[in-house]
């Protein structure tokens, strides 16, 4: 699967987005060791703080499925669905990926101009406090 199709898998679920709070839509799309790919959206609540992000609803889902080796996500979110640059993801998304992935893992984004650019997990998050050190 190319970059660009696991971001069209993320735009997708960011259609299905629950954001009447914010109206910022987020999309993820992980990509498994095994080619199987588990999307997510984010769903807001009336209690703002129980808001899940994309990525963690991608991520439990994978989970709680069995899956645990990943190699790839694709983020793209924006307001009403309409993405304006990169949507990266929030500091406790990063903390739940790093207890699965690796330094190498691919982060796919979208750039101002609607480019897909990758980035290693290892430069959003380095040093993190996981299973393995
Ligand atoms: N959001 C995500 O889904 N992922 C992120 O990494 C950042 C933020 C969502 C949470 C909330 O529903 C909306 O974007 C605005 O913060």
């Given at each position: 699967m190319t970059h660009e199709e696991l971001m069209k898998a993320a735009e997708n679920a960011m259609q299905l987005a629950y954001a009447p709070y914010s109206n910022f839509k987020v999309g993820a799309a992980l990509?498994?060791?095994?080619?199987?790919?588990f999307t997510g959206c984010n769903v807001e609540n009336a209690s703002y703080g129980v808001t899940n992000c994309a990525e963690r609803t991608a991520?439990?889902?994978?989970?709680?499925?069995?899956?645990?080796?990943?190699?790839?996500?694709a983020i793209v979110g924006g307001p009403d669905g309409v993405s304006a640059g990169p949507c990266y993801p929030c500091g406790t998304c990063r903390q739940a990926l790093a207890e699965f992935v690796k330094p190498d893992f691919e982060v796919c984004l979208k750039d101002d101009a609607g480019t897909v650019f990758v980035c290693k997990f290892n430069e959003l998050l380095p040093n993190s406090f996981n299973l393995h050190n």
């Open positions: 990509l498994c060791g095994d080619g199987t790919v991520l439990f889902k994978a989970v709680s499925e069995g899956h645990t080796d990943f190699v790839a996500i």
